[in-house]
């Protein structure tokens, strides 16, 4: 694996790569060099795994090349989204995906979303086009695809400028790495005229797929002037037509052209070749040439492919003023000419044909321009990048302690903050009582020396809970503003069913009498309106209150019946919306998840029912099994999959509070099961805050007690608010009194 090494993806476990672009024998720019990419990887990386994943037209048959691993058909979803789960199956340590808007279908090329929302793995995208002003369709598509990736690269400055400036993008994000060509001797022409029949020839070319976007016709019009003074001159066009034009009128472009240079009388000067030439072929065309035009009628094209390939031969370049040949050309490295002005052609390729000393100049220029481009450098730079976008993931033990600091610098003589911006308290959106219920919980877990930096402001969190209570609405209110002012009459059902359950929890775990007296009384008051809840979180969220209240008022007849009818009512939805591949009460999947099958654990045993623990031990498996990756470790519902009927859930974004209920309900689990896996679960879901996790990046901090705010594709929210903080607090709590437990 020493080459591996060399170029930074030595390890102990070989790097895959999923490599998603167009691929040989089809036809386009793309699939020529998503091939190429795999070559020069393959020589540079022998060790490196690369999967290729292709994208074929629909309704055609294509057989590719056997080292595709499988093929992308454009403008179907299901295949998308197959290639999606075959990719993360695959345990891909990297995706890189060229981008172009034709590729992949749909409105703006948006089709390719189907596959990139659905990747875990670090993804790299090349853009093979940057649009200076795009459409509203082409814009959204950008805007998505650059949240997505870790790394985009472009192949022009222009582009890079583009993506700063027009669409945002960060500029760490962003790579510049030049299009990659082939390295052979310079200064061959001679050799290689033979075979094409240009002895005694001189020769100007261009090269690739014909469509009217090329400017062919400027390069003919200019032949009349060219060929007065140089007989011998031949302008060779090789290329087969654009498969999608060639689909839409046949070859009526390439006869137009044909009859221009019959009109113009200069048909016999004219070589056509007809095909799409393999690499080799090519290349040796290339060499027999002398000039090399690009006379493209568009300004906007980042990326030359065609362009890169004959400067790296040594042929001199005319070329119009697209971007990519601006910066190529600079400096006298080759000859820019006005867009459509064949006047200006036929001076520049006569001055050319006149004076071999300036065009062997501009030959050798363009040759040496090239030699930081050839394949084995491109391959060195790409494989710095997949090792720098590669995650290597991480465990950290359970912490012994855990600090405080974290959770205070959010707290006031209010509440606790909703929001932080990094780590600043955001007080512009002021409080809620999901926290501070929240918050009142942890505060009967805390440790002493925490509790006596921060005892005090357990009756802080009570009373915001207390004054949440809208006695004239018969509900809590849940978001208050900075100035205390509550900014609505009734809060959600989730957020009024959460303070239920902490006024449960402080009724039985308060250290203080006082306290547990007082939460007992709350809940006697308010919680009849959990019995007409309808959302699965609100009613299971009121069932664990109802439950921590029987355990010291069992005879509490309120906390019974929301027990009993909360338990029937779950059941009548799993049974409603479960399938065989979908064992849930619900036809989506939300946040919160495990919550919903702890209650049914913790009912299933307060109310001796058999059935009710069934119910709570099947689906807790599948929610578990369905946030645990192929490679292993712990990857929670990402807020992306809710609400998506009867998908599986999308790895982004993750965030802290699914690892807390992971950790409560598989504890749950172990007390009625007596199975040491469901510990081993747990301390799955736990790692995810020491950079076991889809981005190894650690969430949660031990010696403050903070957690950022989750992880996106593009690695950690930075953000630090009351929801993250609280539950990495519980979470590590939870786990270790699990752990003791266990023994």
Known sequence: MEACQSLGLGGTDPVRLALIGGFLPRRCGIATFTADIFASLRNAAPDLAVDVYAMAPAGVQTVFDPVVRASITEGVAASFIETAKAIDASCADVVWLQHEFGLYG?????????????????????????LAKPDEDQRRVMDRLIARASKLVVMSERSRDLLRNIYRADEDQISLIAHGVPDRPFGRALRFKPKFGFEGKQVALTFGLLSPGKGIEAVIEALPSIVQDHPDFLYC????????????????YRDRLQALAVSLGVDAHVRWINAFM????????????????TPYTGAQQSTSGTLSY??????????????????????????LVPFN????????IGYLLRHPDRLLTLQQRAYDRSRDLIWPVFAERTCALISESRVVRKSAPIPDRIGIDGFLRICDDTGILQHSVHMVPDRAHGYCVDDNARALMLMHRLDDNALARCGQLTSVFAGFVQHAWNPDRGEFRNFMGFARNWLEDVGSEDSCGRTLWALGATARDARDAGLRQWAHELFERTAASALDFQSPRAIAFAMMGADFVLATHPDQDLANRILRSGADRLIALYEVAARPDWRWFEPVLAYDNCRVPEAMLRAGVRLERSDVIACGVD??????????????????????????AYEPPRPFDQQPLEIWAAIDAASAAYDVTGDDIWLTHARRAYEWFGGCNDRGVIVGDAVTGTSKDGINPRGLNLNEGAESVLAYQHATYAIRDFVRKVG
Do not use: C
């Not at 066009?237 to 009526?252: F, M, R, V, Y």
């Not at 393999?278 to 035009?293: G, Q, R, S």
């Not at 004959?310 to 003023?321: F, Q």
């Not at 946030?627 to 998506?644: L, N, T």
């Open 341 to 348: 002005d064949s006047k200006a052609i036929a001076n520049e």
């Open 310 to 335: 004959a400067m790296a031969l040594g042929k001199a370049v005319i070329s119009t003023p697209y971007v990519h040949a601006v910066e190529l050309l600079a400096e006298d490295h080759g000859v």
């Open 278 to 293: 393999d690499t080799d072929d090519l290349l040796d065309l290339l060499e027999a040439a002398d000039i090399y035009v």
């Open 106 to 130: 749909g409105p703006g090329g948006d089709m390719v979303l189907e596959l990139v929302d659905r990747l875990a793995a670090p993804l790299i995208i090349t853009f093979h086009t940057v």
């Open 619 to 644: 689906t807790l498996r599948w929610i578990n099994n369905a946030q645990i990756s192929p490679a292993g470790h712990y990857r929670p519902v990402g807020s992306d999959s809710f609400g998506r």
């Open 237 to 252: 066009i090789a290329g087969a037509t654009h498969p999608n034009l060639l689909a839409h009128e046949g070859e009526a």
